[in-house]
């Protein structure tokens, strides 16, 4: 089959992290993703070399890993709390960005969900966080409907979610990203909250499109073989680095009851949401 023929790609570029207060510390790793469109998996699975859905492969997508972690399909996961926040694609297009199994290990600290309706206009994106305790979180934030393709998407949502032992619960993340096309770009800034509000951290993933073959998912698996390890031991290793710097320890407190926290829309919608 022709790479052409699929909505999904694989992504390759790199992730950078930058802590920015009480001290700088910051750090970039070299990775590669899969954008999956959530109705191409079983052809994916069937008819594109080395790619395995819910089965073990040279690089794999198992719904249990997303989502409600149960094994269940995503799509009518999505819907459902699309449907929370008032939104229906209509049988539209959701594409999953996220690191893929390699070996059948996989850890994706951040995935995320691009909802288009039956037209093929983004509504919403879902933000999927996890941490290195095993908790998993969403956030829903609807697009403006003024957006027009190509056009940046900025977005802001008020943290609930415990992800770093040396980051505070009380902030805000605000989301800067472009539609993936031919390069990825995705920006979350983590500001303290209340009037004296201040930038405490930046991170960034950026990529260029790869056509979605076996020939190139074996490629970058063997540019990548030990990216799981890399992700994972990465974080420790940087934990350990800021606590000897003298970053603050935060307790861990109760996840948060719902499985995905839905951004509201109001009346000024667009200036919230540009």
């Avoid at 698996?221 to 030990?226: C, G, K, M, T």
Wanted: proline letters at 8%.
């Amino acid at each position: 089959m022709a790479a052409t023929a699929w909505n999904s790609c694989l992504y390759e570029g790199r992730v950078m992290h930058s802590r920015l207060a009480p001290f700088r510390h910051k750090f970039a790793y070299r990775v590669f993703s899969l954008l999956l469109d959530l109705d191409e998996l079983p052809r994916l699975d069937r008819d594109l070399p080395g790619f395995g859905h819910n089965r073990f492969a040279l690089l794999g997508f198992h719904d249990r890993d997303h989502g409600p972690r149960d094994g269940s399909p995503l799509r009518p996961w999505v819907e459902a709390h699309l449907a929370r926040g008032g939104i229906d694609l209509k049988g539209g297009r959701i594409s999953l960005l996220c690191f893929p199994r390699l070996l059948g290990y996989v850890f994706n600290p951040l995935s995320v969900y691009f909802c288009r309706d039956a037209d093929g206009r983004l509504r919403a994106i879902l933000y999927e966080v996890k941490n290195t305790f095993g908790d998993q979180h969403g956030y829903l934030l609807p697009v403006g409907p003024a957006h027009a393709p190509g056009e940046l998407i900025v977005q802001q949502q008020d943290k609930s979610f415990y992800v770093s032992p040396f980051m505070p619960m009380d902030c805000r993340y605000r989301f800067r990203l472009k539609e993936p096309g031919e390069r990825l770009s995705i920006m979350i800034r983590q500001d303290s909250a209340g009037d004296d509000a201040a930038e405490l951290f930046v991170a960034t993933h950026t990529a260029e499109r790869r056509e979605l073959t076996g020939r190139a998912l074996a490629a970058a698996f063997w540019r990548h073989p030990l990216m799981t390890i890399k992700i994972f031991a990465g974080i420790h290793w940087e934990a350990l680095r800021v606590w000897r710097k003298g970053a603050v320890f935060h307790a861990r407190p109760v996840p948060p009851s719902e499985a995905v926290s839905i951004w509201r829309p109001s009346p000024s919608i667009r200036s919230q949401i540009p």
